[in-house]
């Protein structure tokens, strides 16, 4: 294997996949680089990979010394490997050959407190730490992701001039900001997964709300997400929902959404969103249904025993006698899926802001708008408009009061209620719209319901409450005062 001529510019650990691919975009931009992996049969597919795709400046190393002592110092390399306890050896199999001075970046899914954990444990050996999320996919990698780094801001300036390269680039420049300190740029990657399972739940739903009450054929819904795709829910998940409903079965009669599993996995980011968002009491109810969606999908073989239980329900005969006008309830659907995303995003923008307070991050919402435009799964033409509000007001209490936002759902809340109360008179599951709506409707409302259960938790557990006509915290003692009144 030809060992480079020169120090190469920046080294890359972990070579599945989104390891060669963001390896083999580095080297296309013009920046040689190193790679190893520890089962070495990778390190020469890249290679090869390289030499058939451009003769790329890609450089294969067997074991870590070599590997570390071919990058130019000051050192940085990524590493792309599972989360958790891998990278932990990793990096103690890369620091034991760096020297001061020299960098590290984890661009896995990490959790951002292992990350900063690494960080002041690096900072002691005299390294930087840099925890990177990056959004994209194997295509995005390959092609130009959304690169979202955080930690040492000096990490970042080593490699600054590598990821406005190497990012997906559009109209406002490359998908790249330094994020913030900490583990903060793994945070906000967190989050932008957990917007991404609220958005493909709530596509889902209006899926079967298409199919199972409107009756669309596969030909049909992908008309109809072709068209979308030309208006305001322009995004890469509705454009590649589009091309799933046109592929035939390779392997059998029909289409091949039909025979797919209904049963969604998942890798940890979702959960740890929602889990995110109670401990910082930041309601997120659209992505908490999106992960309670696919726990239910999970259990195929109790849900197929519950539709024999409940088979005498009539449910199949509520669809099957309802009469729909297909034209209109398209676009009832098309206004219900872009009101509810807006309010997946709000929950979204109000985590990261949450964090960002508690941790002193100082986070740019508008920023992370900006760079989620290109590359990454979430990319949309939405986020322009997300974008502009933060630039409208950066202290923006929520995306749904902004003027533009609070119009549009004005406008398509008759059209939203429609198209959940059908879904729900049909017998059909749309908890992703039913959720944004209910977080909608309570959100605009200037009184709800709760002065009425923290009476309940003073009654039972004394612990007061204020009142709307004076100051100061009371209690009351209701028990005696009910039971004098039953005497």
């Known amino acids: 294997m030809a060992a480079p001529s020169q120090p190469t510019r920046i080294g890359l650990a972990g070579l599945a996949v989104m390891g060669q691919n963001l390896a083999l975009n580095i080297a296309e931009k013009g920046f040689p680089i190193s790679v190893y992996n520890r089962t070495t049969s990778k390190v020469d597919e890249t290679v090869e990979r390289a030499k058939v795709e451009g003769n790329l400046p890609v450089y294969g190393f067997h074991d870590p010394e070599s590997f570390v002592n071919s990058v130019q110092k000051p050192r940085v390399i990524i590493m792309l490997v599972k989360a958790g306890a891998p990278v932990d050896q990793t990096i103690k199999t890369l620091s034991a050959h760096m020297e ?37 996919g194997e295509e995005g990698a390959r092609n130009g992701p959304s690169l979202m780094p955080g930690g040492s801001f000096d990490a ?66 992908k008309d109809v997400f072709s068209e979308w795709n030309k208006g305001e829910l322009l995004s890469f998940l509705i ?33 740890w969103t929602v889990q995110q968002a109670a401990d910082l009491s930041v309601a997120a109810p659209t992505i ?33 006698d309802q009469e729909v006008d297909k034209k209109k309830l398209i676009d009832d659907v098309r206004q219900a899926l872009y009101a509810s995303k807006i309010c997946s995003y709000a929950q979204g923008m109000n985590l990261i802001r949450a964090k960002s307070v508690e ?76 959720s944004s709506l209910a977080y909608f409707d309570t959100y605009r409302r200037s009184r709800v319901p709760a002065n009425l259960v923290q009476a309940q938790r003073d009654y039972f557990g004394a612990h007061t409450y204020e009142r709307v006509d004076m100051e100061g915290s009371f209690h009351t003692e209701w028990f005696k005062i009910a039971k004098q009144s039953k005497i």
């Open 359 to 434: 941790k002193g991050w100082d986070l740019t919402l508008g920023e992370l708008a900006r760079i989620w435009k290109g590359g990454c799964i979430i990319r949309a033409i939405f986020l322009d408009r997300i974008k502009q509000a933060y630039d409208r007001n950066a202290d923006l209490a929520n995306l749904l009061v902004d003027p533009e936002f609070a119009k549009e759902i004005i406008d398509r809340q008759a059209a939203w209620r429609r198209v959940v109360c059908l879904a729900i008179n049909s017998g059909i599951s749309v908890p992703g719209m039913s």
């Open 288 to 320: 908490a249904s999106s992960l309670d969606s696919r726990f239910l999908s999970g259990l195929k073989e109790e849900r197929v025993k519950a539709a024999e239980v409940f088979k005498s329900g009539g449910f199949g005969d509520i669809l099957a």
């Open 156 to 221: 970042y300036k080593y490699i600054e001039d590598i990821l406005v390269k190497v990012a997906a680039q559009v109209d406002s420049g490359p998908c790249v900001t330094y994020i913030g300190k900490g583990g903060s740029g793994n945070f906000v990657k967190m989050v932008h997964n957990g917007i991404e399972y609220g958005d493909m739940q709530l596509i889902s739903e209006a899926y079967d709300v298409l199919r199972s009450v409107g009756k669309l054929s596969n030909e049909e819904l």
């Open 239 to 271: 454009e590649i929902t589009a091309d799933i409903f046109g592929i035939k079965d390779d392997k059998g009669e029909g289409y091949l959404v039909d025979k797919v599993l209904d049963k969604t996995g998942m890798k940890g980011t979702g959960k």
């Open 100 to 136: 001061k001075g020299d960098c590290i970046i984890d661009g896995g899914n990490e959790w951002y407190e292992n990350t900063e954990r690494r960080e002041k444990a690096m900072a002691e050996l005299g390294l930087l730490y840099l925890g990177m999320g990056v959004s994209g």
